[in-house]
């Protein structure tokens, strides 16, 4: 624990080299290496447990549209209660594109994510497909995903989970198998980056994670209430207080207080940026509460679902009153005018803001003069509060769009400032979806990316295939027909200014 803290307090910025195994093309399926130990070895047996465990596990709680669950991934006899009932809150008729399992590494060291590509995973109850080709995009868009085989070889973390999700979906799953490293907060924020398109209602995230290790039964208890809140707030910095604060309170023998802290914050850093997801613990015991478990040293275990609210919202979906327009564009000319007389960037109190100017956003700052552009820069990852990210922009603007010569003190009276706060990117299949009169478009292919906002259409005039070319050849740098073989993505802008 005392890494994490030093991790999580020094906050490096590390890059890997781009690394693909030789065997990617060969079809090597990975073999169980935990069963007999984790979990029974043997189809019969297997099935036998997992029909007690989910006639045991906690009812339905009535949580709907499931995107993630958070469940442990300690031995079926100490932990298999906890992990059934978070699955047990999954629609078993939900057809889900692909399943993303996600699990800390217990056996090798690295920075970054190895995805497995190699082939398939077998278990006792059978091969379980996996999504080789998502998994070579995720190797395609950055250089902190690796297919390294050594990282899947012996991991529990993920194999322990496969079995309940062939008992639920049965020969319908396929996967995306994924470790990650012991990484520093902005590493897990940059997979979390690359992943967020992928966290669409069409796919289903399980995060794989144990609580607190060996302490006290009651210290365990009270140890993992806090981890649990801090998920559930749907915060990164506030579960990175969280873990800080419970090492330094002192709990003998607690060695760590989230085993898989590195899997949970890269996942709260997709979910933090959706007001519509809500967390919701399902239930909590530890290790003490099984029969062959002693009280003295424990392993905490909490299962949580994510569930998209945005249904029972309409169309709604993240939200600006009219005053927080007002006070995002008083917070960017305050800012603006600062920056451009030699000032530092104006202190704000989050206090006094409200819940949505605290949200992780993307948003983009457009300065005109007398009707004209004069600078624009933009933010598209939602990795800061809204409110940081207007500030940040609206410097970057006026002093770094390499287009235009810095603002002056003399342009001030004239400039006008818009402001485009971003929703979250929805993947789409085809250009069929993306419309101009609504939505921004974002198209990424091997390491470029491109995007236009949806005023974009509107300032231009263009058509549809005009703004996909512009943007594949202006902006992503991959060819007026670029985007025909690209991911594409659309997100919608709220857009207001002075």
Known sequence: MARLVSVLLSLPLIFLPFHVDADRQQSVDRQPAVAGQFYPGTAQE?????????????????????????????????????????????????????VFIIGPSHYVDFTGAAVYTAGDFITPLGKVAVDRETGRHLLSESSLFTDRSDAQEKEHSVEVEIPFLQYIFGSRLKIVPIVVGENSPQVCAQIADVLRPYLNGRNLFVISSDFSHYPAYADAVRTDSITAAAIVSNSPSTLQRALIRNDRAGIPNLATSLCGWSAVLTFLSMTSANPALHLQEIQYMNSGDSPVGSRDRVVGYCSIAVSDDSEQHGDQGFQLSPQDRNTLLAIARETLEQCVRGGAIPPVNPETLSA?????????????????????????????????????????????????????????????????????????????????????IYMRKGGHSGTFLPQVAKETGWTKEELLGHCAEDKAGIGWDGWKDAQLFVYDAIVFGE
């Open 46 to 98: 297997l099935r036998q447990m997992l029909d007690g465990l989910f006639a045991h596990a906690v009812p339905s709680k009535g949580v709907r549209n499931i995107v993630g669950i958070i469940v442990p991934h300690a031995a079926y006899v100490y932990s298999g209660q906890v992990a059934a009932s978070g699955f047990h809150q999954i629609d078993t008729a939900a057809r889900y594109q692909d």
């Open 356 to 440: 949505p100017l605290k949200t992780d956003c993307g948003a983009f700052v457009t300065l005109n003069r007398n009707g004209r552009l004069r600078g624009c820069i933009g933010r598209f990852e939602p990795a800061e509060a809204l409110y940081r990210v207007v500030q940040e922009m609206a410097v970057a603007a006026a002093t770094q769009d390499y287009r235009f010569e810095p603002v002056t003190r003399s342009e001030l009276g004239d400039i006008r400032i818009e402001v485009s706060v971003l929703t979250p990117l929805r993947r789409i299949q085809s250009a069929e979806e993306y419309d101009p009169a609504r939505h921004g």
